[in-house]
């Protein structure tokens, strides 16, 4: 076997070393060891080290690739499957990929030191989460972008300046939307201010639009329709459908949030007790609801029937390989659309998990439950979360409206 054949098995085994692991299905684990190999011996020819390859070259790569049968290009699904598997592959040599591009021009490093700048700004000085330095490192390059399409620089920003720059970013932005990206914005300029890059604050001097206290009506879904979902979801016996069926029962019977249920973990379910533990997303205080029989049943059936073997603690994990906690709410979100359009169940307003919290609290409601009650097990700090649901019992507001004056029309 020659030097490069034998690097080549290397990396194969590695590769088939890590779908084991993982856990893949037959096929991925058949198919992605013979598609890394193709490309290996591509680069062997081309006399490219594994370790110097971009994203450009395994692009070119699969504008190469033709059938067997007829030397036509590959369809779509071919490619992406081929693609997969050599991305695997890679993020075995370089732990990550695709991986980061580094600035070249005078613009892209400026905007580069801006950002990192900022990041760390937030993390060291403000104690800021991820996900809100995310949003925060995402405006600033939309601000620094903007300004370098208009031919303008920080030091030379005005207030008239930000509000083109706001009036372009909210075009297609909801009111609540545009609220948080002048907030957001507004963190951006103070450290531009603070870090010396403009020689006043401006923070101040934005104002996005008026939002008013309980303006919006929640969107809620028929009982009918959650108890339609759910027989539907109890029939589905396959791990995926063992899962959301959990997900859907916890949701409508507890009206938890999205990141609550991705929180769940092994240990916070006291089967001998009967309590569930719940970590209130927003408020990081923790509470403990009694665990109900269906909810029970259902996450009992997941956990013997559906769950993945793993070390994992999270309860709810990927339906395949690789076997991970659910990550983020848009995953629940996506489980709930889907599921509610599978029997024909379509929302007028906001879909996902919180359509589900919504219709809890009405049920409370009518169930004459008080909004103290409601508050606890819904997991609101305050009193004042709880009353925006307040509007939800149309049935009662029907009851106490006046009647019209004799010769009133309505």
């Known amino acids: ?166 009036a372009s970013r909210g075009v297609s932005m909801r009111r609540s939307s545009k609220m948080a990206m002048v907030s957001t914005l507004r963190g951006v300029l103070r450290y531009l201010y603070g870090s010396g890059r403009m020689p006043w604050d401006l923070a101040d001097t934005i104002e996005g639009p008026p939002l008013y206290a309980l303006e919006r009506i929640p969107s809620t879904i028929r009982r009918e329709d959650i108890k339609r979902v759910l027989k539907a979801l109890r029939c589905d016996r396959s791990p995926q459908g063992r899962r959301d069926y959990a997900v859907l029962m916890l949701l409508s019977t507890y009206g938890l949030r999205a990141g609550e249920i991705l929180g769940l973990r092994l240990s916070d379910i006291d089967w001998r007790h009967e309590r569930l533990r719940i970590r209130h997303a927003k408020t990081g205080a923790y509470s403990e609801l009694p665990l109900l029989r269906g909810p029970a049943d259902a996450l009992l059936d997941y956990l013997k029937q559906g769950r993945p073997e793993t070390t994992l603690r999270e309860v709810f994990l990927r339906a395949l390989a690789p076997y991970r906690p659910l990550s983020s709410s848009t995953a629940l979100h996506y489980i709930v659309s889907r599921r509610l359009q599978a029997v024909g169940v379509s929302l007028t307003g906001k879909g996902g998990t919180h359509v589900l919290r919504h219709s809890r609290a009405v049920s409370l409601l009518n169930s004459g439950a008080p909004i103290k009650v409601i508050g606890d097990v819904l997991g609101h700090r305050s009193a004042r979360s709880t009353v925006v649901y307040l509007k939800l019992a149309t049935e009662d507001l029907r009851a106490v409206a006046l009647d019209l004056p004799e010769g009133v029309s309505p």
């Not at 699904?77 to 005078?106: D, F, N």
């Open 1 to 166: 076997m020659s030097q490069s054949e034998s690097l080549i098995s290397c990396w194969v085994e590695q590769l088939c070393q890590h779908l084991q692991q993982e856990r893949y299905s037959r096929c991925v684990a058949r198919n992605y060891p013979h598609d890394a190999r193709c490309f290996l011996r591509y680069l062997v020819r081309r006399g490219q080290a594994l370790q110097s390859v971009s994203p450009a070259d395994v692009e070119h790569y699969l504008d190469g690739l033709r059938r067997r049968r007829d030397r036509r290009v590959l369809p779509a699904s071919w490619r992406r499957a081929h693609r997969a598997a050599i991305q695997m592959l890679l993020r075995l040599v370089h732990g990550k990929w695709p991986p980061e591009s580094a600035p070249t021009t005078t613009d892209e490093i400026a905007v580069h030191e801006v950002v990192n700048g900022y990041d760390a700004w937030m993390e060291e000085l403000r104690g800021l989460s991820a996900s809100t330095r995310e949003n925060g490192r995402a405006e600033a390059r939309w601000l620094l972008g903007w300004l370098r399409d208009h031919g303008k620089s920080v030091a030379t920003l005005c207030v008239a300046d930000l509000d083109a720059y706001i």
